[in-house]
């Protein structure tokens, strides 16, 4: 599966995503290729382009006091607060920097802020930064969870997004559906390739794969 990935780039990054076509299962769809963030995520130099990407959708004057990261995005976050506070966009935070956010999954699998972060979150003004868009389902988990605990959302950033807005919110993503214009999802109960017979080849999420 390592050797059969191609590298797509686009315009504002130095950085490559590396895409598999074949038939992939993920938590909520079936998708036609996994997209390989492993070393965007934790490569710094690959890390930072990608946070040079993602800073442009962000306007001058634009506050931004947090940033949720989801899906192992913590590097890229860190990156991306610099790049933020480099081009302009403003703080409230006291000391006049952002808060890097991992918020905690409970038991039900609900997107939950411990009261020792809750601060950084109520009252804030707060970018959710997710490695993949594809149905939304998550991204919209994430929002939501961020509205009750009192934050003001300003967007999602996200490396790739098969979608402009999820929940009224809008999506910035550096790699999207002009970059892989054959990306399709697929609900698991309507999936043209399980209907052919076609085998799952892996089981993916964020954070990687495991062949079948």
Partial sequence: METRYTKIHTAGTNAALKITPGHFAT????????????????????AQDVAKGMVGAYLYGMVVDTIVC?????????????ELTRS????????????????????????????????MIKGKNVIILVAMVTTGFSAIKAIESVQYYGGNMQGVSAVFSAVDQVGGVPVHS???????????????????????????????????????
């Fill in 27 to 46: 938590n909520h769809s079936h998708i036609n290729y996994y997209l390989d963030m492993t070393t965007l995520k934790t490569r710094a130099s690959e």
């Fill in 88 to 119: 302009g966009v403003l703080s409230k935070n006291m000391h006049k920097t952002i808060y890097i956010v991992r918020p905690e999954f409970n038991n039900n699998s609900q997107i939950i802020f411990r009261d020792n972060t809750i601060p």
């Fill in 70 to 82: 989801m899906e192992g995005t913590e590097v890229i976050g860190a990156f991306l607060s610099e």
């Fill in 174 to 212: 550096v790699f999207g559906k002009k970059d892989v214009p054959n990306y399709v999802n697929y609900d698991y109960r309507e999936c043209p390739m399980c209907r052919q017979g076609q085998k799952l080849d892996a089981l993916v999420n964020a954070f990687g794969y495991s062949k079948m």
